[in-house]
C-alpha cells in the first residue's frame, strides 16, 4: 500500500463503512474534541518547528532553485498527509479519493476545487507532491506558517501584474496551482458560492489548462460559520473526486474579448460544479 491510500482511502472503502457517522454527544463528545484540538496544536507547531530546521535545510540545499523548491513542496506534502492522518485518527475527517492518479500525474495546471471545510487545501496539496497556492498577505506575518510559504515557493497575494507573473513563473516550473474559485469556504445552505474570475483570468492569461477536482462531504463541519476549535461531533466523509482537464484553448481570447471569454469560463465551471453536487452520492 502506498503512502497516498494510507491516508486517502478508495472511494469503495468509504462506502462499505456507513452514509453517515454516528453524531457525538456528551461525554462522548471530549476525546473527539481533544484529539481535533489536539491535531491542529501539532500542526500549527509543527509548522514552526520545520520552518525553523528541515524547510531550510530543503531550501538551501545544493541544487537549481526549481530542484529546491520541488524538495521543499514534497516535504510539505508529507506534513500535510501526516496531519490528515492525525486527523483520521482523531475521528474528525475520512478521505477517499476517485481517480486519483490522474491528480498526481498532474503538471504545471491549474487545479480549481470547491471549499466545504477548512482544511480542504491541506486535503489536496497531501495528495500532490507539486502543489502550490496563492495565499493571503497577511498569513505571511504568521510565525507558524510564514516559513513553510517561503519555502515552497507559494504566492502572496498582492496587485494582479505581481500575481500573474508569479503564477506563470510557478506554473512553467511544473507545479500546479490550486485556486479555490469560491474565494472562501461554502456558506452553509449554498451548493456553492458563487465563483470569482480569478481562476479563469490566471488560465487563460498563462495559456494554462484547468483540472477540476470535487470535494464531497456528507456532513456540515470545519464551515465558514464555524471557529476552529468547533470540532464536529460527526466525522466527515470527503470524497475528493477528480474530472477531467479544460483546455484554455476552448476559451481562447481570439474568439472574443478577453474579459468576455474569462466570464464564460467561470460560468461554465461553476455550473460544472452545481451540477454535479447536486447528484446523489456515490462515495459512501
Known amino acids: 500500500m502506498t503512502n497516498q491510500q494510507q491516508t486517502a482511502q478508495p472511494a469503495d472503502a468509504i462506502e462499505q463503512k456507513n452514509a453517515t457517522s454516528p453524531k457525538l454527544s456528551g461525554l462522548r463528545y471530549v476525546p473527539r474534541w481533544i484529539g481535533g ?121 498582492r496587485g494582479a501584474d505581481w500575481l500573474l507573473h508569479d503564477c506563470r513563473q510557478v506554473l512553467h516550473t511544473d507545479t500546479n496551482l490550486i485556486i479555490f474559485p469560491e474565494g472562501t469556504r461554502t456558506l452553509t445552505g449554498n451548493v456553492v458560492n458563487s465563483f470569482a474570475r480569478g481562476a479563469a483570468n490566471i488560465a487563460l492569461r498563462t495559456q494554462t489548462d484547468i483540472l477540476p477536482v470535487v470535494l464531497r462531504t456528507d456532513v456540515a463541519g470545519l464551515t465558514k460559520q464555524q471557529p476552529w476549535y468547533q470540532i464536529p461531533r460527526q466525522t466527515i466523509n470527503m470524497s475528493v473526486e477528480i474530472g477531467t482537464s479544460m483546455s484554455y484553448l476552448l476559451y481562447d481570447a481570439q474568439q472574443g474579448n478577453e474579459a468576455k471569454m474569462a466570464r464564460q469560463l467561470t460560468r461554465d465551471l461553476q455550473q460544472h460544479y452545481l451540477d454535479t453536487l447536486k447528484q446523489p452520492i456515490k462515495s459512501y
Open 37 to 157: 484540538v489536539l491535531c491542529y496544536i501539532a500542526f500549527g507547531l509543527g509548522g514552526l518547528l520545520s520552518s525553523l530546521t528541515i524547510l531550510p535545510i530543503l531550501r538551501f540545499w545544493p541544487g537549481k532553485k526549481t530542484v529546491r523548491v520541488a524538495r521543499v513542496q514534497k516535504a510539505v506534502s508529507r506534513m500535510f498527509r501526516a496531519f490528515v492522518a492525525m486527523l483520521s485518527f482523531a475521528g474528525v475527517i475520512a478521505v477517499s479519493t476517485k481517480n486519483i492518479e490522474a491528480l498526481q500525474q498532474t503538471k504545471g495546471q491549474i487545479i480549481i476545487a470547491n471549499h466545504p471545510t477548512l482544511v480542504d487545501v491541506v486535503v489536496l496539496i497531501s495528495l500532490m507532491p507539486n502543489a502550490g497556492c496563492i495565499v493571503k498577505q497577511g498569513l505571511w506575518r504568521n510565525p507558524f506558517i510564514r516559513g513553510v510559504l517561503a519555502s515552497a515557493g507559494y504566492i502572496p497575494n
